[in-house]
């Protein structure tokens, strides 16, 4: 590494440096060096080499280990440097005599960012830290622009989003989270694999959005001459496979929303899907409850989930279970559900709530819930029995046809899963969609998927099903604030 490359400041123009790096380029290839190199063969991770390492071996064997250098001490004849790797950081002690004369001047001539391969042997320092002592130092990629602040991270959140490579080189807690969010996604395939579930794939395009009350993007199929849509949920095709005999079935991927971003929504979203033949809600509160907490232990050793502030999540089992209407009594009074809609209005107005005249009495109540309700629901909650108009998919309770019976899963405020008892009677539910098509102001002919409809008319299982949020429980599980902080690509406005 040169001088200058030393002398780097936050106050050198990127275009400067961009500028020596690719005359360094030409200067390489003209020497006959490939500065965006090839195939480099036995590489090890950091982390193994570490975990492998045996101190008390005299002569411990060569090892190979690849990644991007973010650390160089030059101490004349040697020079000490870091390379990370997706496992970790390991120093590197590159000797003059050890590589001879004209892959130190190479090795000097290298720049912080650069992606380097290094073999050597592992040794302890005298200040006790692992170090390859290198034998070879081979090129692999050159950084034509530099590392953000010499590597203290960006301190910009939106750079941050926006250029989620940067943030992983030079943030060790974002790469943390990432590794615990690939690691929750596989917790969920191996605990579901465990309990009988195959994992299956329905389509991403759909003639009609359908399994959720929400605005869907619209496209265009050339081939069919016909509009279709981004799906909002798998639910009614992983309904047709419990038609078609699958009894547990999953499904993990995506969704995605025409509708706001703010720190718990963005409109392409990780959902996982569950349908299980024969079970019910008390089935799938059973399921969530175990899933959850098996992954939190198995990942986190504990069932406390602490988060910035001092809050502490316990989920330990059993969680609490409440039905709706017994937490809107407790918010708004006991008489609640005897008052009329103008005295639900004036009173939710009194509890400073926006209730435009044209509001109907029962969103007037769910307004209560969501504003009012919701948010203070930090410890994990079952809300149980909600109106049967909120849940079109859901069968009716038996002792109460205006409530169904499902639960919203609330810890921290916000909704992680919903589940129901399935609605199985094709003629209640076409019912039901028209109900909510005509409340929509939606055209029945568009609105109501028949295909599915003729899939129960062939009889579906009564089953239970849930849905699980998997970015906020990632965002639960890892005390993120905000959604962006576990998604690698946020949708971000497009820069003017």
């Known amino acids: 590494m040169s001088e200058e490359n030393i002398q780097d400041t936050p106050q050198q123009k990127t275009e400067d440096i961009f500028a020596q790096r690719t005359a360094k380029v030409q200067e390489l290839s003209a020497a006959g060096i490939l500065?965006?190199?090839?195939?480099?063969?036995?590489?090890?991770?950091?982390?193994?080499?570490?975990?492998?390492?045996?101190?008390?071996?005299?002569?411990?064997?060569?090892?190979?280990?690849?990644?991007?250098?973010?650390?160089?001490?030059?101490?004349?004849?040697?020079?000490?440097?870091?390379?990370r790797d997706s496992s970790g950081r390991m120093q590197i002690y590159v000797q003059r005599d050890q590589v001879g004369e004209e892959e130190f001047k190479l090795f000097k001539k290298l720049d912080l960012g650069d992606i380097i391969g290094v073999t050597g042997v592992p040794f302890t320092t005298r200040t006790g830290e692992l170090t390859v002592k290198a034998h070879k130092v081979t090129l692999l990629s050159k950084s034509l622009r530099p590392l953000p602040e010499k590597f203290h991270g960006l301190t910009d959140i939106e750079q941050r989003y926006r250029?989620?490579?940067?943030?992983?080189?030079?943030?060790?807690?974002?790469?943390?989270?990432f590794l615990q969010r690939f690691a929750i996604l596989s917790e969920i395939r191996k605990f579901l694999a465990s309990k009988g579930f195959l994992e299956v794939e329905t389509p991403m395009l759909q003639p009609i959005p359908g399994?959720?009350?929400?605005?869907?993007?619209?496209?265009?199929?050339?081939?069919?001459?016909?509009?279709?849509y981004m799906r909002i949920a798998p639910e009614l095709y992983l309904k047709r496979l419990l038609v078609g005999g699958f009894e547990r079935v999953f499904e993990l991927n995506r969704n995605f929303r025409n509708e706001g971003i703010d720190r718990r929504h963005n409109p392409e979203f990780t959902m996982l899907e569950i349908y299980q033949a024969y079970g019910d809600c008390r089935s799938m509160m059973d399921l969530i409850e175990e899933m959850v907490t098996t992954i939190a232990m198995n990942l986190f050793g504990t069932l406390e989930i602490r988060h910035p502030g001092g809050k502490v999540i316990n989920l330990t089992r059993p969680w609490r279970r409440a039905p709706y209407r017994d937490l809107i009594r407790e918010r708004a009074g006991n008489d609640w559900f005897e008052l009329s809609r103008e005295q639900k209005a004036v009173k939710a107005r009194e509890m400073g709530l926006t209730i435009p005249e044209?509001?109907?009495?029962?969103?007037?109540?769910?307004?209560?819930?969501?504003?009012?309700?919701?948010?203070?629901l930090i410890q994990p909650t079952f809300v149980t029995r909600l109106p049967a108009y909120l849940v079109p998919l859901a069968k009716a309770c038996e002792d109460d046809p205006t409530v169904v019976d499902?639960?919203?899963?609330?810890?921290?405020?916000?909704?992680?899963?919903?589940?129901?008892?399935?609605?199985?009677d094709p003629i209640e539910q076409r019912k039901r969609f028209v109900e909510q098509a005509v409340h929509d102001g939606k055209d029945l002919a568009t609105a109501i998927d028949e295909d599915f409809l003729t899939a129960m008319e062939h009889g579906m299982p009564p089953a239970g099903g849930l849905g699980l949020g998997v970015d906020r429980l990632i965002m639960l599980l890892t005390g993120a604030e905000s959604i962006r902080d576990v998604l690698l690509f946020p949708q971000m406005r497009l820069k003017q």
Request: proline fraction near 5%.
């Open 35 to 83: 500065p965006f190199g090839k195939r480099f063969d036995n590489v090890r991770m950091t982390a193994d080499v570490r975990k492998a390492f045996k101190p008390e071996v005299e002569n411990p064997e060569e090892v190979t280990i690849a990644g991007r250098m973010t650390a160089f001490r030059a101490m004349g004849k040697s020079i000490f440097a870091d390379v």
């Open 163 to 177: 250029q989620r490579y940067l943030d992983l080189i030079t943030n060790d807690e974002s790469r943390k989270v």
């Open 211 to 228: 399994g959720a009350n929400a605005n869907p993007f619209k496209t265009f199929y050339e081939a069919l001459n016909s509009p279709m």
């Open 358 to 376: 044209e509001m109907e009495e029962r969103d007037i109540t769910h307004e209560i819930y969501e504003k009012l309700i919701e948010q203070t």
């Open 406 to 424: 499902v639960y919203e899963l609330e810890i921290n405020g916000q909704e992680i899963s919903p589940g129901y008892s399935e609605l199985n």
